[in-house]
Structure formats: C-alpha cells, structure tokens
C-alpha cells in the first residue's frame, strides 16, 4: 500500500514516514498542499494521510477534496493539533488529533486500508 503524507511540520512528517515504513507501508511526502496536488494527480497513492493546516494556499481540506475528485473511493486520514474549521467527515475517512502516538496513525492507515480493499 503507498501512502501520500503532507505535513508541514519537518519533525512530524519524518516521524510519521519512519513509522509507516517501519510497517511495511510505501509512503511519499510533501511539506506542502501544492506538491500534495501533484502527487494526487498522478493517482498514485492508496491512502492520503494530511495536516489540516499548511502553509499556502492549499490546506488539507482542499488537497483530500482535489484528489477525491480523481479518485472517489481514496481514504483519507486528516490529522491536526488545532483547525479553526469543524472537520468535514466524507465516507473513507478519519480524524486523529495531534500529538498522537505511532500505533494511532498506524490503527487509522490499517482501518483506512481495509475499508479501500474491501469496497467494490
């Protein structure tokens, strides 16, 4: 399974990319919404794991909205210490609160991945 981070964050996105590679998991990541869109264009992730706020003029609203419009089923795991904005909930998703522990963002990619393989 390849995973798509995007964070911000340099000491957070590595962690999180350690951990997933710890698992077995293929992961890309971006510090930004816009290099997030590039990778989204090119279908080539299975998961996308993303900090609500980043820096720019595309948040992770925008980023799982964009690439759900290239790939509907994409499950998307949004991950924040503090949003102004309630989180929107579509089908495939989650929610993790920062700072959370290795096996949190873990248990969400498993349960994320699951639903994706199982879905027709």
Request: net charge neutral; hydrophobic share 45%.
């Given at each position: 399974?390849?995973?798509?981070?995007?964070?911000?964050?340099?000491?957070?996105?590595?962690?999180?990319?350690?951990?997933?590679?710890?698992?077995?998991?293929?992961?890309?990541?971006?510090?930004?919404?816009?290099?997030?869109?590039?990778?989204?264009?090119?279908?080539?992730?299975?998961?996308?794991?993303?900090d609500?706020?980043?820096?720019?003029?595309?948040?992770g609203?925008?980023?799982?909205?964009?690439?759900?419009e290239?790939?509907?089923?994409?499950?998307?795991?949004?991950?924040?210490?503090?949003?102004?904005?309630?989180?929107?909930?579509?089908?495939?998703?989650?929610?993790?609160?920062?700072?959370?522990?290795?096996?949190?963002?873990?248990?969400?990619?498993?349960?994320?991945?699951?639903?994706?393989?199982?879905?027709?």
């Open positions: 399974m390849r995973i798509l981070v995007v964070e911000d964050d340099p000491l957070i996105r590595e962690f999180v990319v350690e951990v997933l590679r710890d698992e077995g998991y293929e992961v890309i990541h971006a510090a930004t919404g816009e290099d997030a869109l590039a990778w989204c264009g090119r279908r080539v992730v299975d998961v996308l794991v993303t609500v706020r980043l820096p720019g003029s595309v948040d609203w925008q980023i799982a909205e964009r690439c759900r290239l790939d509907p089923e994409l499950p998307v795991i949004y991950a924040s210490g503090f949003s102004p904005v309630a989180p929107r909930p579509v089908a495939g998703s989650m929610f993790l609160r920062k700072p959370f522990p290795p096996e949190e963002v873990i248990r969400a990619v498993k349960t994320v991945g699951r639903a994706r393989r199982s879905s027709p």
